[in-house]
């Protein structure tokens, strides 16, 4: 981890990226046919299993594995009341100028002097507006009717406090997560899936006896940044920022962003927040319910602190294709060659395995081929594909981060019955009988 920012010399630009999610069908424009629509992607048949690799990978270490964590799925229209109570009403706002002459709008904390970054127009004053999507609930769109598109999913959280430490007896300290859409009316989104309008956040609220919270907080940040190398994304592309306290929202003790070196310079990644006993307070305090636990120990009701570690899985899904990516240039019987490889870590790659016939026009191989991706489909992602040379099957595999290959060729169907399993990573081959595949590759899919 380094500590402060530095050009590091990468191939990758968000240019390839973006250009090779649209040719292999990790993400799209969403709405491409009509022109797009600002900031809104969609996930192609390789993305949404990366995505999906990684929400499970987030399910699974946060809260499967773990005893003090449980999940929650609470709904994206919540009441208003929810909002009112938050903060999120009054506090969910950018700072925003107009431009008298040709009307754009900016963010006032993103220019520099009192001028129309495009025109040179004259500025109107700074107003808040507030981010949270606008809707309405039912037949009518009277103001009774007004409903937010949640801005977070920590509040589902919150609001069912009670009921969840009811249903599981859970002691302190305990978590509860979940994964869910997120709608923020960003006024300057951008670079590509970095921000959007909407999202997917993992997010987990950890409850703590006060006292103990900062104790956690640094439990937390470490955790977190150590999840994203253990999944692969190299240490020195993530750094630490704490929040001067100046700048810390409404509801927060401390905040600390895990931050990536993003082809455009350091950018926040995820948020790990302490954010004290604020929400279960000011929902207590709205609602009338009390949102306390009881302490057996000391006989009392105490508002727990909360430490929030929030993580988009977009987000994420955008640094994993960026820190797996390579261009790579090898020996290849006495010649240069070069090949494009994302180097995923076994659990976020979206197809495990390529079975692949060295001729597509032999009807045996052909067979052989599609039968034993027939069986490994049942137990990992796998992908059959003959439309090309072998050697151009290899190198548009490696391009999507492929793990193995496993070939059949002449000698399977008329001498030995093995095929061979190709490496993503060392190009290496063994050659093995065909019973054998499906074990061999369940074992080296373990971490
Ligand atoms: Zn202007």
């Known amino acids: ?88 009403l009054k506090h969910f706002t950018d700072p925003l100028v107009d431009c008298k002459s040709c009307k754009q709008r900016f963010r006032a904390d993103e220019i520099e002097g009192d001028k129309c970054p495009e025109c040179g127009g004259e500025l109107t004053e700074v107003r808040q507006f507030n981010t949270m999507f606008k809707t309405f609930v039912g037949p009518v769109e009277d103001e009774a009717s007004v409903a937010y598109l949640r801005p977070e999913t920590a509040q589902g959280i919150f609001v069912n406090f009670a009921n969840v430490l009811q249903a599981t007896r859970k002691k302190l300290p305990f978590g509860i997560g979940q994964i869910g859409k997120r709608f923020r009316n960003e006024i300057t989104p951008g670079n590509f899936t970095f921000r959007t309008r909407e999202f997917e956040q993992m997010e987990m609220e950890y409850f703590v006896i006060p006292g103990t919270d900062e104790e956690w907080f640094e439990y937390w940040v470490n955790e977190r940044l150590n999840w994203y190398i253990r999944y692969g994304v190299k240490p020195e592309n993530l750094r630490l920022r704490p929040h001067p306290k100046e ?51 000391t006989q009392t009701h105490i508002v727990p602190y909360v430490i929030e570690p929030a993580a988009g899985a977009d987000r994420a899904a955008l640094v994993f294709l960026l820190d797996a990516y390579e261009e790579e240039v090898f020996e290849k019987g006495g010649k240069k060659d070069k090949r494009t490889v994302l180097r995923f ?63 059949v060729d002449v000698q399977t169907v008329e001498e030995d019955n093995q095929v061979t399993i190709r490496d993503r990573d060392t190009m290496e081959q063994i050659r093995v009988p065909i019973e054998d595949v499906k074990a061999i590759l369940m074992e080296r899919l373990q971490y």
């Open 1 to 88: 981890m380094v500590e402060s920012g530095g050009e590091l010399s990468r191939s990758v630009s968000m240019d390839k990226i973006v250009e090779l999610c649209k040719r292999r069908g990790f993400i799209f424009q969403s709405s491409e046919i009509y022109g797009g629509i600002g900031s809104s992607y969609d996930y192609g048949p390789l993305g949404v299993e990366l995505k999906r690799n990684i929400k499970e990978a987030w399910w699974r270490d946060m809260i499967s594995r773990r005893d003090d964590i449980v999940g929650l799925d609470s709904a994206i229209i919540m009441s208003p009341a929810v909002w009112e109570a938050s903060g999120h």
């Open 247 to 297: 700048k810390l929202s409404h509801y927060s003790k401390a905040t600390t962003d895990i931050e990536y070196n993003y082809p455009f310079g350091w950018g926040e990644l995820e948020g790990i927040a302490n954010r004290t006993d604020y929400d279960l307070t000011v929902h207590s305090e709205a609602s009338g319910r009390q949102l306390t636990y009881f302490d057996e120990e």
């Open 345 to 407: 870590h076994k659990a976020i790659a979206p197809i495990k395995v390529a079975v692949l016939p060295l001729l597509r026009n032999r009807p045996d191989i052909v067979e052989k081929a599609k039968s034993i991706a027939d069986e490994l489909r049942m137990v990992m992602t796998t992908m059959y594909d003959d439309t090309g040379s072998i050697g151009r099957l290899y190198r548009r595999q490696d391009e999507i981060g492929t793990l193995w290959c496993v070939t």
